[in-house]
């Protein structure tokens, strides 16, 4: 099958909120709002909620209400054990986002009882904003993309109906997707993988425009775009992914997951999205954060200031003190001191406000959700070579004990979250 790419040069640049800058610049003429006015000439005032009425798609089923503009959520991803919604109301959040692995276990068993979706469902029942993304995690499995009119699509099909019945109508947005390129093997990363996407898309579309034909309250969005920072990341097929989503008015935009080391890393990312999106069409970042500049950091030595008030040996690295944390969780006030005292965390302690405005000062992002809580996953295993995931959630759960009926938190990231829900 051909490409089908309508393909822009990156005339735009990285936006200069990718830059190191002062608080002061920050507050002043913020770069992304230079990306903005480069890329997006008509793009909507950045907001940190419910926005502009889009335009409706041309067939049955499209969405109603306002659509979501600069929204902030949380996302749980596929394990929501150890949220609870009053974590999210202390947050004054008011999106809850989570993942379904399209697995055959949804064959036989009710997908509303899948604990991603029940807790999605029960979310959408208490009042929040729900997004759930489809995942098919065809790599981890071992298997092959089906081809489309083979019996394997048609019981991914069959899968994805089932899903549907229980959340079309239910949930605010549904990501087709969740993260493709990671989730297929490395040689079908092409064109295959744009044909099988493509192929559940139309399937997905067609099942709203038949079981809602008078308007939907679901909104469509294809899935997540990875490591767009770097080059090799970007390729013919994800230049499709992006053309499918301008030609489809039923589709109104694409997710984002800028896992990076840097801001100015996060700046390539989105400048490639917007400068390619067509006027209308919206993101949305449903993951984030600096996980690979924190991965760099492992092997670092404790702070020594940290080493000497907590009487640990000044040899001790920062995967241990962590893995410590882990199995004892630590006081509050320590685990604020260890990240303050931390130069490689320190550094980018204004991380998540300066992420969030950039995403906002585009004028095309629905909604970002960032990590809620620290999940089994994240620890299971922890060593040397772990991924500190663990490092980005807003309550550290697991990494600080509850103390007089609170829950812990990273602060920073917690205080952060909380002041822009109100800028």
């Known amino acids: 099958m051909r490409y089908e790419s309508s393909a822009r040069p990156d005339t735009c640049g990285t936006p200069s909120l990718a830059r190191p800058t002062s608080r002061r610049r920050l507050l002043g003429v913020s770069g992304a709002a230079l990306l903005t006015a480069a890329c997006t000439p008509t793009a909507g005032k950045p907001s940190g909620g419910e926005g502009s009425v889009q335009p409706n798609a041309e067939s049955g089923g499209a969405p109603t209400g306002e659509a979501p503009n600069g929204a902030l959520g949380v996302n749980f991803n ?10 999210v ?22 997908p509303g009882r899948q604990r991603a979706l029940a807790r999605l469902l029960d979310a959408s029942g208490n009042g929040f904003k729900t997004i759930l993304s489809l995942k098919f995690p065809f790599l981890s499995l071992g298997q092959s993309l089906p081809k489309v009119g ?44 744009n044909v099988f996407y493509e192929h559940v ?25 990875n490591r767009l920072e770097a080059k090799e990341g970007r390729t013919q097929a994800t230049e499709r992914w992006v053309t499918f989503v301008n030609r489809k008015p039923e589709i109104e935009g694409l997710d984002i997951h800028p896992h990076v080391d840097s801001l100015q890393a996060a700046g390539r990312y989105v400048q490639y999205v917007v400068s390619r ?34 009487e640990v040996p000044p040899n001790t690295r920062v995967w241990q003190v962590i893995g410590n944390a882990i199995e004892k969780p630590f006081p509050q006030k320590k685990w604020d001191d260890f990240l303050a005292m931390s130069p490689w965390f320190a550094s980018h302690k204004d991380y998540l406000t300066q992420q969030v405005r950039m995403f906002r000062e585009t004028g095309k992002l629905a909604v970002a959700t960032y990590g809620v809580v620290q999940i089994e996953s994240m620890e299971s295993g922890w060593g040397a070579d772990k991924k500190p995931w663990i490092l980005n959630p807003l309550y550290a759960n697991r990494t600080v004990r509850e103390e007089n009926g609170r829950t812990g938190r990273t602060t920073v990231w917690f205080d952060s979250f909380r002041a822009l829900q109100d800028s």
């Open 277 to 310: 999106l067509d006027q209308g069409k919206k993101f949305l970042a449903t993951e984030f954060s600096l996980v690979q500049h924190w991965e760099n950091h492992m092997d670092d030595k404790v702070p020594a200031a940290y080493a000497e008030k907590y």
């Open 150 to 193: 083979s019996k394997e699509m048609e019981a991914q099909l069959k899968r994805v109906d089932r899903v549907l019945d229980a959340v079309m109508g239910k949930m605010d947005i549904l990501t087709i997707g969740n993260e493709p390129w990671l989730e297929t093997r490395k040689d079908e990363r092409d064109a295959r993988l």
């Open 201 to 225: 898309a139309e399937h997905v579309i067609a099942y709203r425009r038949k079981k809602f034909p008078h308007g939907c309250r679901t909104r469509l969005y294809m899935g997540a775009l």
């Open 78 to 87: 596929e394990d929501p054990s150890d949220m609870n919604f009053a974590q």
């Open 89 to 110: 109301k202390a947050l004054s959040a008011k999106w809850v986002r989570g993942f379904v692995p399209m697995t055959d276990d949804l064959d036989t068993h009710d």
